[in-house]
T-cell receptor
């Protein structure tokens, strides 16, 4: 079965450093998302991406965050200058987008655990 | 704006007992509703979804949920808990007919006692 893959599974970075989290969505999906889950808290929406541009973003997704689909298969989340509070599990998800049947669900990757020290 | 409330951040049941995890939603339009499960150190796996067809939805691992519009609820049940069901369960809502983002509840940690 097709799946969303994320790399790396764990990332430790120093405060102030840039990190790039990578995702390969399911190949025929059109919508891509990043969510995060701070330890012990709920899963929060960060950003959605469609047709090579951001379609929606949350208040969390400020100027230090950016997303890109550089080569038609990868979908990346960049955090320019990491802060301690960016430590979280980051989930990538993709959605086919047709809105019927099986296509109504988003498929999630296994997540990247980011630790900022 | 949509929201999801999961009553009970922790639920404990004995092995073989009924599992009931509560979810109430708020939405200005009839929503799509989902239950996801997260096992320790793993990602989110879809258990089941409601997308405006049958109100009683059956999912994987013996779980089911019933959409009750009058109660704005989508509670998750399983007749007989198994040790392997111990995990965190998230209820989520999205706008229908689109690929809008999910709004998650705060999660319920299910513990299954031997």
């Amino acid at each position: 079965e097709p799946e969303v893959t994320q790399t790396p599974s764990h990332q430790v970075t120093q405060m102030g450093q840039e990190v790039i989290l990578r995702c390969v969505p399911i190949s025929n999906h059109l919508y891509f998302y990043w969510y995060r889950q701070i330890l012990g808290q709920k899963v929060e929406f960060l950003v959605s991406f469609y047709n090579n541009e951001i379609s929606e973003k949350s208040e969390i997704f400020d100027d230090q965050f950016s997303v890109e689909r550089p080569d038609g298969s990868n979908f990346t989340l960049k955090i320019r200058s990491t802060k301690l509070e960016d430590s979280a599990m980051y989930f990538c998800a993709s959605h086919h987008g047709t809105g019927t049947g099986r296509d109504t669900e988003a498929f999630f990757g296994q997540g990247t655990r980011l630790t900022v020290v | 704006a949509q929201s999801v409330t999961q009553l009970g951040s922790h639920v404990s049941v004995s092995e073989g007992a009924l599992v009931l995890l509560r979810c109430n939603y708020s939405s200005s339009v009839p929503p799509y509703l989902f239950w996801y499960v997260q096992y320790p150190n793993q990602g989110l796996q879809l258990l089941l979804k409601y997308t405006s067809a049958a109100t009683l939805v059956k999912g994987i691992n013996g779980f089911e949920a019933e959409f009750k519009k009058s109660e704005t609820s989508f509670h998750l049940t399983k007749p007989s808990a198994h040790m392997r069901d111990a995990a965190e369960y998230f209820c989520a809502v999205s706008d229908p007919g689109s690929a809008r983002q999910l709004t998650f509840g705060s999660g319920t940690q299910l513990t299954v006692l031997p």
